[in-house]
Antibody
């Protein structure tokens, strides 16, 4: 069974940093592209970032480019999101999501974690 | 960015009803369109990928169709457990973008 478990969320002040982690199990992690998708309270879904299976291709939403860094450790079956210069508008539940295939760019988000809440507030 | 417009934004229907949600893309996206279901407090769940392919394990009352700019998601016979918000998502161009969601309620 595919499992994705996010951690690292919490309350942080504007301008602060946070590192999210996603522990994967139940599949060959190194074979799939991975993504972060967020959802602000009461709002819709917003794709944040994607990383290909071997980290060769990395993409970001314009809203986080230059502030967030996605990475993965295939030996540890883990996905990360380093978030710097956080803003109030980054407040959201952040989901780790596995792509359906090992594509260069994100396609469909086949499996999702339960999410971790990031709150940016003074 | 490609804009995805869903309609309606909310919908109330009775158990057993046929329910249809539409999704329109701001430009041609071929069949690069997916549908998700999100129940309150839960993560989204993939239902349909590539416009019409049913994800493994998803009940056959769910279906999708369309290509180009106009897409349709259908529940053939609404069940109480289908109460959720439904999102379409395109991946023809980066960034992948979602529709604003359609909240489905029981009448």
């Amino acid at each position: 069974e595919v499992q994705l478990v996010e951690s690292g969320g919490g309350l942080v002040k504007p301008g602060g940093s946070l590192r999210l982690s996603c522990a994967a199990s139940g599949f060959t992690f190194s074979s799939y592209s991975m993504n972060w998708v967020r959802q602000a309270p009461g709002k819709g879904l917003e794709w944040v970032s994607s990383i290909s299976s071997s980290s060769s291709y990395i993409y970001y939403a314009d809203s986080v480019k230059g502030r967030f860094t996605i990475s993965r450790d295939n030996a540890k079956n883990s996905l990360y999101l380093q978030m710097n210069s956080l803003r109030a508008e980054d407040t959201a539940v952040y989901y780790c999501a596995r792509d359906g295939i090992a594509a260069r760019a994100p396609e469909y988000f086949q499996h999702w974690g339960q999410g971790t809440l990031v709150t940016v507030s003074s | 960015d490609i804009q995805m417009t869903q309609s309606p934004s909310s919908l109330s229907a009775s158990v057993g009803d046929r329910v249809t949600i539409t999704c329109q893309a701001s430009q041609d996206i071929s069949n690069y369109l997916n549908w998700y279901q999100q129940k309150p407090g839960k993560a989204p769940k993939l239902l349909i990928y590539d416009a019409s392919n049913l994800e493994t394990g998803v009940p056959s009352r769910f279906s999708g169709s369309g290509s180009g700019t106009d897409f349709t998601f259908t529940i053939s016979s609404l069940q109480p457990e289908d109460i959720a918000t439904y999102y379409c998502q395109q991946y023809d161009n980066l960034p992948p973008t979602f529709g604003q969601g359609t909240k489905l309620e029981i009448k």
